[in-house]
């Protein structure tokens, strides 16, 4: 059972610049959106960061796009689309393997 980690200077073995390390170059929530309609997710387990392992990737997603539908920006959803841009760059490093 391989986890993926993100966090640290290191994803699958490649270096990330350090901007995509500390999320400077925030996605919105639309951009997101919009990738996780298309995009294919890997099977769980995912270690997303040092305190998150997300065991269903599917429903991760659609729980967490629903939370942020449904209820109106503000600084409770900040948490909700940092992590789905965590997950966001996890795949993108993935498949650019």
């Given at each position: 059972m391989a986890e993926v980690m993100l966090f640290g200077p290191k994803l699958f073995n490649k270096s990330l610049s350090p901007a995509c390390i500390n999320?400077?170059?925030?996605?919105?929530q639309a951009e997101l959106e919009a990738y996780f309609e298309t995009a294919t997710?890997?099977?769980?387990p995912i270690r997303l960061n040092e305190a998150t392992v997300i065991q269903d990737p599917e429903l991760f997603v659609r729980v967490h796009l629903h939370s942020l539908k449904f209820n109106p920006p503000n600084k409770i959803a900040e948490p909700l689309l940092y992590r789905l841009e965590q997950l966001?760059?996890?795949i993108?490093?993935?498949?650019a393997s």
């Open positions: 999320y400077l170059c925030r996605m919105s997710l890997p099977a769980g966001y760059h996890i993108e490093a993935e498949s």
